[in-house]
């Protein structure tokens, strides 16, 4: 039984804001008080640029009078060098679990220290599920769309897909990453997409997918946002193919207005929604889960301007904006947005906006922000946010229960330097005393064996399709066993994969060429 909550309250922590009737954005998470009532955030300041962007943030916001106090912690290039290959030290993860809100400066992951990326483990330790990251137009931050008023939201699932970075060389010459895509991971991030469309009073969803070739992974978020949008009535729900998205993003922006989205196609989306509106260094984003909220530039270290007091700190800064809105600090948060618009307005600028000649420096932008703290932006509307109600939902790991389910055949995936011929006729021949019988060779996706006279340039690496000569059968694991060991005393193999049917549905897809 599926259950579904909205998180209005908070958790037990020793000193918790304790209502949420505050009126904006984000109010799912628990805040930690300090014995002066100011609300505890744990800051990473990063590698790279991250220290200048993270610093000028947390100046303008303490200019700004934000009842906010830091709790410093390391993480990133440093840490790995130490030794510690997650990137991400006790002492960090500690003070995240007690604070529950992050600003994080970018994290680099120094070639030949730490497999994985410290940011990544961030996001899957604190299960933030789903990524939000808005883009709008700015004051002179002039870019070929200027005028147009672009004012859009990525949500990109931020936990699951390519990213969970599960990787495997199948032979010497052939990896293979694994795409995993759950239904309750996509029913997650849809409806954050609804609710943040919701919370901000925008009109439409779209969701972005390559359902059309990936019908399973990438077809089980279209097909869970198609369920799901007719729970949102007011908000217009459209499905759009991915690469197409990426077109009409470039061509006509703003007919967007909230794009939901898998794990890779958001990163690169977003990069690009970021460029529509002068780029990276204008690009914030919320990491938003079930009980931790991590507040970050979408943009990376950039190391090559490290230290050089160039680069542009408003994406950190944002991201700072949206963290106030958080935890309550309303007016503070709108202080700031209205003197960073009145700063660009102004004409005050960084490099990557207006060139070289008349930049300011990172500082000197950032003073300038402190300076008009208190002016209003005339003409630049500021949106007014709404709570968004971040869904909770108790879906037990295995909710989705088929009636009936077979294995109706089985995959061996093997290396061979054979041809696909020489392979269909051993095969077949190693197979012909079992119940089962080879259907195809595949090769990269493609049906090469029994062959079809198409131009397939082959690597080492095989699919070799084996059904059930019943068609109504089950095909017990002691017969698969059989099937491998007949193959592997002939073929290097590497893995299998059953051929299921679930409620008369195929749990598999197709070769290119399968009948
Ligand atoms: P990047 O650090 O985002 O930099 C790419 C380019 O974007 C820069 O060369 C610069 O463009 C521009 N840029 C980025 N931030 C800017 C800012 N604040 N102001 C002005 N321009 C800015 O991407 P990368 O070089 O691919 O990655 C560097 C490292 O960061 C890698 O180790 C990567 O893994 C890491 N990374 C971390 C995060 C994170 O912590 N969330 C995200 C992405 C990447 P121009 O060269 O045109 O001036």
Redesign the pocket.
Known sequence: MLALLFHHSFLQLTQTIADCRIAGIFVSTPVTLTPSGQKLVTVIL????GPE?VKATQRIIEASGAAVAWEEQEAGAAVFKRGLPSGVPEETIASIMKTRIVL?G????PVGFGEK?A?VTLRKLFETYGNIRPVRELPNVKTPYSGRGIDLVVVRENVEDLYAGIEYMQTPGVAECLKLISRKGCEKIVRLAFEVARAEGRKKVHCATKANIMKLTEGTMKRVFEQIAPEYPDIEAHHIIVDNCAHQLVKNPTQFDVIVTTNMNGDILSDLTSGLIG???FAPSANLGSGVAIF??????????AGKNT???T??LMAGIMMLRHVGEFDAASLIENAMLVTLASGVA?R?VVGDEGAASTSAYTDAIISNLGKRAEGWKTRDYKPINIPQLDIPVDSVRPESRRVIGVDIFVESAQTAEEMGATMTKLVSETPVYLKLISNRGTRVYPPTGALTDNADHWRCRFMLSDSEGDLPDELLYDILQRVGVQYRWMHIEKLQVFDGALGYTKDQGED
């Open positions: 990063g590698d790279g640029i962007v994080k970018p994290l680099e992951t990326s940011n780029g990276l260094g970050e530039a979408v943009h990376g270290s950039a190391p090559k301007y680069i542009n700190p994406a950190m960084t990557d």
